[in-house]
């Protein structure tokens, strides 16, 4: 039985300083188990692999943005950060291409042991100025949900102050998923982002009821994002300057320890 499914839901922003901002959008997302590509691809008339489909995936998107397998680059990432996992799924949370574009602000691999076992997740996060940076957290697989934390490194929005953390509170995939992350600085909570979403059927049929009833909506992913930041401008939001990006791809959190950079 195959991992790889559609989830519909809606993400929800909710700015609360300086000036109050809210919207709600409707979307589907895509667990990928990036060991199943290969069949995906075979199983699926409207899906293809690294080539133009009606929906697409290239592993160039993500990672490295190189043409290297996906699933090697993250297990090579979990080895050379002291995480085991052996040849457990990688599984990975994300928008495809439609007709040929995607945008995607946060892709989420969800990072399981031979055991099945969630022994950590990577948040890869990619801003419009072309950068990318991830995040990689080790689970504690006892907690439900998941709590997890991480000190920001990334520009991200340019109304979005550098001096601030990240809690995420996780649904991992199963019949629902939720990713929540609340963004905090020293004076209170900034920001409250989630996508929330119902497991569907990944099947030809289904991918032509999600193109019908959400049309070009990775188009509408990135025309969002600069609306909304229009709004903010026009609400006298202030611009945060942009720094130099970090100088490693990944911020490390191990369990009960203090956050650390790793070069990969």
């Not at 090697?72 to 994300?94: K, S």
């Not at 102050?161 to 019949?175: E, K, L, S, V």
Request: proline share 7%; with cysteine; net charge positive.
């Amino acid at each position: 039985m195959s991992a790889s499914t559609l989830y519909a839901g809606q993400v929800m922003h909710h700015r609360f300083r300086p000036r109050r901002h809210r919207f709600i959008y409707r979307v589907v997302s895509w667990l990928i188990d990036l060991d199943e590509l290969p069949r995906l691809q075979q199983r699926l008339r409207l899906f293809s692999v690294n080539r133009f489909n009606l929906f697409s995936f290239h592993e160039r998107d993500h990672g490295d943005g190189s043409d290297r397998p996906l699933v090697d680059q993250v297990r090579q990432l979990l080895r050379t950060n002291g995480i085991d996992t052996g040849h457990g799924p990688i599984r990975l949370l994300c928008y495809p291409r439609i007709l040929g574009y995607v945008f995607n602000p946060l892709s989420v691999y969800y990072c399981y042991d031979d055991s099945q076992t969630l022994r950590a997740i990577l948040y890869e996060v990619s801003n419009t100025f072309g950068q990318r940076h991830s995040y990689l957290i080790e689970t504690d697989a006892q907690a439900e949900p998941l709590r997890q934390y991480s000190d920001k490194a990334f520009y991200v929005s340019p109304f979005m102050p550098m001096d601030a953390g990240y809690q995420f509170r996780m649904r991992p995939p199963g019949a629902r998923v939720a990713v929540c992350i609340r963004q905090r600085d020293s004076v209170g909570s900034l920001l409250h982002a989630t996508f929330t979403g119902q497991r569907r059927e990944l099947s030809d049929r289904a991918l032509l009821s999600v193109f019908v009833r959400y049309p070009l909506m990775t188009l509408k992913v990135i025309a969002g994002i600069h609306w909304e930041a229009l709004r903010l401008w026009r609400k006298g939001v202030p611009l945060q300057p942009r720094p130099a990006a970090p100088p490693h791809p990944v911020t490390l959190i191990r369990l009960g320890r203090e956050s650390s950079h790793e070069t990969v």
